[in-house]
Each structure stands twice: as structure tokens, then as C-alpha cells.
């Protein structure tokens, strides 16, 4: 049940994000958006990896329970920091400065 949920929810952010860009999304090529959306299943593959086997292998270092988590937490936020980062540069320069950019209205 778990697994229909989180599947659920990940198909309806991506369908509000490609709603609420689609005036943008209509003006890439399609070349841009294969390397737009190879560059999203990169960005959270390399962010699963580090914060599965990465996170998991440092955090069982730690000898408290406590500290453990925490250190578990703080590779997560770093993780995706760095994955977030990396996609939105790659992104930009992929779609000549079109994307990502976020249009407060």
C-alpha cells in the first residue's frame, strides 16, 4: 500500500510541474527534454546512492543510536543539496537558461 501511495504522489508532482510549465516545456526541442528528463532519473539515482549506501555505510560508524540518525540526516540533507544543484546547472544549460526557473505569480 505504501509503495501505490509514494508511486501516486510522484506521478501527480510531475504532472502539476509539467502542467504549471507547459508553455515552457512547449518550446524546448525534443532533444531537450530526452536530456531534461534523463537528467531528473540521474539526479535521483545518484541521490539514492549516496544517501542509501552512503548514508547507511557512514551512519553505522557511529557508535549512539542518536548520533547515528543524526549524521544519517545531515548526509540527506547534503545529498540532495548536491543533487539539486548539479540537476538545476545541468538543466539550465541543457535549455539555454529556460529552464529551471521558477515564476512567482
Known amino acids: 500500500m ?5 508511486f501516486t504522489s510522484l506521478t501527480a508532482v510531475i504532472i502539476a510541474k509539467v502542467i ?5 516545456l ?13 537528467t531528473y532519473v540521474v539526479s535521483v539515482f545518484i541521490g ?11 551512519a553505522s560508524k557511529v557508535p549512539y543510536k542518536i548520533l547515528s540518525t543524526l549524521v544519517f540526516i545531515l548526509i540527506v540533507i547534503a545529498a540532495l543539496s548536491v543533487c539539486v544543484s548539479l540537476m538545476n ?17
Open 89 to 105: 546547472k545541468t538543466i539550465y544549460k541543457i535549455t539555454n537558461g529556460l529552464l529551471p526557473r521558477e515564476e512567482h505569480e
Open 26 to 38: 512547449a518550446q524546448l526541442t525534443a532533444f531537450q527534454m530526452i536530456g531534461v528528463g534523463a
Open 20 to 24: 504549471k510549465n507547459k508553455k515552457r
Open 2 to 6: 505504501e509503495a501505490v501511495l509514494t
Open 48 to 58: 539514492f546512492i549516496l544517501i542509501y549506501y552512503g548514508g547507511n555505510w557512514i
